[in-house]
């Protein structure tokens, strides 16, 4: 197990970010002497006890001239623990999805934390079949500030048979993991095993 130590490193794609949230979090970070390092795709982290942190972005070369290139260029990781996998997506939009998926990395996961909030820009049909996730999340609605899961991405996840938790709606969500099974807990909700991982038997 993974104890919690907050944050210790953070690390972001060396693409400038003209947000004065940004700014705000930056300073905070210094504040909090949190180191900050560029992101490198096919780092991989040592976070101990067995678990691993993989970058699959920023691409490389940088995304540019897309819809929203702050977005574009964000920091998908995988964390691999046992034989359970967890696919982090940040904000990452659909031309970072074909940028994944002409990269040829292994995206499956057994778990799917949605892109940008369930916006309908990301989660495409194929990179949802890529991914082929038992469970997807998404930080959505009044807790985010950003509006709801759209009801495209809802339609997306609920056809590849994922079992869909938003914060708007169950509240805070907490997976736990053995290396084996996953276990969500909500915050509206009792804790729940997923059918499949054995409660959700990883399928590696």
């Known amino acids: 197990m993974i104890s919690r130590q907050g944050a210790r490193l953070f690390m972001d794609a060396a693409f400038p970010h003209p947000s004065p949230a940004y700014d705000r979090l930056l300073r905070l970070l210094e504040e909090r002497h949190i180191p ?12 101990g006890g067995g678990a691993r942190l993989v970058l699959l972005t920023p691409p490389d070369p940088l995304i540019t001239g897309s819809r929203s290139d702050a977005n574009a260029n964000s920091v998908v990781t995988r964390l691999e623990f046992g034989r359970v996998r ?4 940040g904000d990452a939009e659909a031309v970072t999805e074909d940028w994944l998926l002409d990269s040829k990395v292994d995206l499956r996961a057994d778990v799917l934390k949605v892109a940008h909030h369930g916006s309908r820009y990301s989660s495409s049909t194929r990179f949802l079949a890529a ?3 038992r469970i997807a999340i998404a930080s959505c609605g009044p807790l985010t500030q950003v509006g709801h899961i759209h009801p495209d991405t809802i339609a ?3 056809h590849i048979g994922a079992r869909l938790y938003r914060t708007d709606r169950d ?18 909700t009792t804790t729940r095993r997923t ?10």
Do not use: F, K, W
């Open 156 to 158: 997306r996840i609920e």
């Open 36 to 47: 900050v390092r560029e992101a490198q795709r096919g780092r991989v982290i040592d976070l």
């Open 86 to 89: 967890v696919l982090l997506t």
């Open 195 to 204: 059918p499949g991982l054995s409660g959700v038997q990883a399928r590696r």
């Open 131 to 133: 991914v082929r996730p």
């Open 171 to 188: 509240g805070s969500v907490t997976v736990r993991t053995d290396g084996q099974s996953v276990t969500v807990e909500t915050q509206n």
